[in-house]
């Protein structure tokens, strides 16, 4: 009971998932096609990418609201820059080195003002949406053939004569593979956990806390970037309006994937089935086709609700047993 | 800032320790916003021009209040859940619900307009009640908490709108957002209304004293007898009145219900009132006057930027860092460094 009992929650999200799979599956004609099954990945592979830096941060007790508007201002910082003649690799270099930098600077503001992360990741959320439309305020299409031809078509893999795996998709697969070799096998990873689970013994135990935790806004600045750059292979235009909520999408995936927001419980593996779920629950309303639109913030809200109570009651009774889930990470 | 809680204990100096650190909490925000108004003073033409016209007072003061008064009502539910450590981050979300209800039943013939506000009202507060349950009751962080509702309340006014943009015509529900009275706008003697109603509840009676109480120790308040839950319950489902009155407000001013829109971000800029009025996120105290103070920062903030031709949506770049610099110098770190810096000079 003890040792398991932190696996409970993602066992429920993996049979949710398959639940959901299997009822697509069995209620509508191509759902369960080796295309839907690739565009599933390829569609999500943004809030994916998103997904892993909140998985990140909420890990080490914290949060990331800027997730959104920092996905927004790279894709139209590339689709600019490309517009003005910069090639399509520096072009992606500097998007991606600005969103790591601004991580950085919400992680040195948390680490060093103990300033709660909830409201300094809200400024930043501001700041980065307001940057984007001062980069350029209406959208931007990009004809650069690197975006049109490279990457829609040269770059991905194909399975047979018909179908081919995105390159946004083995984008998302190949970050969610590094994430979680980070997450588990490293010592930065653990000392994350470490940190979600007690700043304080963390610091006693001689763990860097300041450093990782500018570490970790970081890494999620990157990888909100990194998303940013997927979703402007995906729409091939730049827009400083888009992914409003985004954020919330990102930590809803990662509360379904069963860690908990205290920080310090969960696993890479459950975000990635949090975002496969979301997919997947849009998937089921779209090919319902009759459904309005309205019902998906339902579903999803009820579905957080859900896990977050099984959450508790696992948490309840495991402490009831004298196992102590916290603390065995 | 827990030790200024914790460092009261004569009963009989409490009082007065409480008036200096309402005066004191008071002297930044009301700093930043004389900054503002200065600013605006010298540089932004016809900014402090009044005028009466039809026995109502027009200007651009006057617009910030009216303006400001729908984060100012929020901001007043927010203090007091904040002060219980928690957030609530549903509020923009109830907005839309409490409009969409308001919009429905204005247009069914035969319902008494008392009893459209009633219901409107009531359905706000039962959305604030179902925050409170899942926070006092199942123990879930706020912030989770809150976002379940954050999500799927903009799914339940559209439920109820069945997705479309609801309008109305009614003089008695328009004239909460944009009617007049003595003068003024009538929003803005709405949310001075509840700024006394919420100071008379929280400082001339214990409840007060029980927030901060749950805020700064929920352990230590449990076993001196107050019922942490109970006190959190009650909390949100305030905010949820709050945030229903703002819905009325912002439905009002537009005469229509827009599920998508209404109260959009308005969480964030509540929240961010709260804090700019001298209350801790970290809860233990809170601060309504204050978070009044912060919440006309912000709409001075926007309506300077209005004023000075800064577009709409670059306008939040200059609000994230004038709310970042507030923050820093509120931090601990920043306040420390200065009292050392200030101690210095006194001792020399």
């Known amino acids: ?329 | 800032m827990s030790t200024a809680a914790t460092t009261t204990p004569a009963p009989s100096g409490r009082f007065q320790k409480r008036e200096i650190r309402w005066w004191s909490s008071l002297l930044w925000p009301v700093a930043g916003l004389a900054l503002l108004l200065i600013f605006n003073a010298f540089f932004t033409p016809n900014f402090f021009h009044l005028e009466v016209r039809d026995g109502r007072l027009y200007g651009v003061l006057v617009d910030i209040l009216n303006h400001g008064s729908k984060v100012m009502l929020l901001a007043l539910g927010m203090a007091l859940v904040i002060a219980t450590a928690g957030v609530d981050l549903s509020v923009g979300a109830v907005m839309a619900i409490a409009g969409a209800v308001a919009a429905q039943l204005i247009n069914k013939a035969g319902v008494p307009f008392p009893v459209v506000i009633g219901a409107t009202l009531g359905v706000a507060v039962l959305a604030g009640c179902w925050n409170g349950l899942l926070v006092g009751l199942f123990k879930v962080q706020p912030i989770v908490a809150t976002l379940i509702l954050m999500v799927a309340g903009r799914g339940v006014a559209q439920l109820i709108t069945d997705g479309q943009i609801i309008t109305f015509d009614d003089a008695r529900l328009t004239y909460i957002g944009n009617g007049s009275f003595v003068g003024l706008p009538f929003p803005v003697w709405l949310s001075m209304g509840m700024l006394a109603v919420t100071v008379v509840l929280t400082r001339k009676t214990a409840v007060g004293l029980f927030i901060e109480s749950v805020g700064d120790n929920q352990t230590a308040s449990t076993y001196s007898g107050i019922r942490a839950g109970q006190v959190k319950f009650l909390v949100y489902a305030f905010s949820g009145l709050c945030a229903g009155l703002a819905g009325l407000v912002a439905a009002s001013n537009i005469k229509c219900a827009d599920s998508n829109h209404a109260g959009l971000f308005l969480e964030l800029d509540a929240i961010l009132a709260v804090v700019i009025g001298g209350t801790s996120l970290t809860g233990g105290r809170f601060f309504l006057v204050g978070s009044i103070v912060g919440a006309l920062f912000i709409q001075t903030l926007t309506t300077t930027m209005y004023m000075r031709n800064v577009s709409a949506d670059v306008a939040p770049v200059p609000k994230a860092l004038a709310i970042l610099i507030v923050c820093v110098l509120q931090s601990p770190t920043a306040r420390k460094k200065m009292t050392g810096f200030f101690r210095r000079r006194n001792a020399s």
């Open chain 1, 1 to 329: 009971m003890r040792t398991y009992s932190k696996y409970i929650p993602l066992f429920a999200t993996g049979l949710v998932l398959l639940s959901l799979y299997l009822v697509g599956c069995i209620s509508f004609k191509g759902f369960g096609s080796l295309r839907a099954f690739v565009d599933l990945f390829g569609d999500n592979s943004f809030l994916g990418i998103a997904a892993v830096g909140a998985t990140f941060v909420i890990l080490s007790g914290g949060i990331d609201l800027s997730v959104g508007s920092v996905v927004a201002f790279t894709s139209i910082l590339i689709a600019s820059l490309v517009g003005h003649g910069f090639s399509p690799l520096t072009a992606i270099g500097i998007a991606l080195l600005a969103g790591t930098v601004f991580g950085t600077f919400m992680g040195f503001l948390i680490s060093v003002f103990e300033m709660p992360p909830f409201l300094v990741t809200l400024a930043g959320m501001f700041l980065a949406r307001g940057l984007g439309f001062m980069v350029n305020p209406q959208s931007l299409a990009i004809t650069h053939p690197f975006f049109l031809e490279r990457v829609a078509n040269g770059l991905s893999i194909p399975l047979n004569d018909r179908i081919s795996i995105p390159f946004t998709a083995t984008c998302y697969v190949v970050t969610f593979i590094i994430a979680l070799i980070v997450a588990h096998y490293t010592r930065f990873g653990r000392t994350i956990y470490a940190v979600g689970g007690d700043e304080h013994s963390a610091a006693l135990m001689g763990l860097p806390v300041g450093r990782t935790k500018i570490l970790i806004y970081t890494l999620s600045g990157f990888c909100s970037a990194l998303a940013g750059v997927v979703f402007t292979f995906y729409t091939q235009s730049g827009d400083p309006a888009v992914c409003v909520g985004l954020e919330l999408q990102a930590i809803a995936a990662v509360v379904i994937g069963g860690t908990l927001l205290s920080g310090g419980v969960g696993f890479m593996a459950g975000t990635a089935m949090g975002v496969l779920i979301l997919g997947l629950i849009q998937n089921i309303l779209n090919f319902k086709g009759n459904v309005s639109s309205w019902w998906t913030p339902i579903i999803v809200g009820f579905l957080i609700l859900v896990f977050i109570l099984l959450q508790n009651a696992v948490v309840l009774v495991s402490k009831r047993f004298g196992g102590k889930l916290g603390a065995a990470g």
